[in-house]
């Protein structure tokens, strides 16, 4: 094993408890999701013990995830095969938009802003106009650079325009908490950059490791990505992390992705036998970011 994937591995190791379901969501939505969905019992213990995880530690999160629908299971045989769930797909679907896909265009220069009605549970509504993207600037005010959030009952909509860009930041800074969500993408980047720079010095790698550094690079870049609401570049401060980490992340994924898929052409399997090929719109993941020469000769 290549010597930054071991270093990332013994960082990843590092973090107390170890959530082996959430990494089991994370390999199923970025590598198994896109090639069908079904993935034998075996071939996740495979990946799952290269990630130095136990199948009892992998048992047991697989069937916390049945129980709490994230996953459905059924036999063929003697052998287990596992997909996510309705509950699971529609998760990462939505998840999927904001790691692979660019960035928000150019603001309009207006906000949509949401007042809050007599929703029956106003904790959940303001959770969900949360991973929508929405800032709070009151209990009963939230915020958002664009509209999308769709039409309810439980909001009144409008639309206000700043006086100027400064009065614009101002509120981006008190809707969210624009320090925190830099600091994230920060831990990511101090993680990732040795590895960027491993792959700059041409280190050999197998197809496995590829595959085990793809995965550990969404897991890590989902944490800080779905807690950012992805603003425009114009309402974000410059220099901004969530860019440079954005940037950091595709041209790693897109370096190892030949490579990593051709682990899972030789060793993955579902209830029909090898996975089928990637749909269409794997190919555009991270499509804006380019990978130099250097790194595709790798």
Known sequence: MAG????????????TPIRAG?????????????????LSLASLHEIMRAFRISDTLVRTALSRLV????????KLGRNSYYRLA??????????TQRIYADLPQD?????????????????????????????????DLMIAASASAGEAAAFLRLSAVPADLPTAHRLVERAWPLAEIESRYQRFIDTYSGTLSALERGAGFTDLDALLVRILLIH?????????PLLPAQLLPKP????????????IYKTLLPASEQWID???QDDKGPLPEAGRGFAERFQSIPVSAKLKAV
């Open 240 to 251: 901004w992390a969530g860019a440079r980490a954005r940037e950091l992340c595709g041209t």
């Open 86 to 95: 309705p509950r699971g797909r529609e998760a990462f679907a939505q998840a």
């Open 266 to 268: 030789t060793h993955a």
């Open 22 to 38: 959430s990494l089991i969501v994370t390999v199923f939505g970025d590598a198994v999701v896109p090639r069908g969905g079904v």
């Open 107 to 139: 603001w309009r220069g207006a906000f949509d802003l949401l007042l809050l009605g007599n929703a029956q549970d106003r904790t959940a509504l303001k959770a969900e106009l949360s991973e929508a993207g929405y800032g709070v600037l009151g209990s």
């Open 220 to 228: 890590d870049y989902r944490r800080a990505v779905l807690k950012d």
């Open 67 to 74: 129980s709490d629908g994230w996953f459905e299971r059924w």
């Open 4 to 15: 930054f994937v071991e270093a990332l591995l013994d960082r990843f190791h590092e973090r």
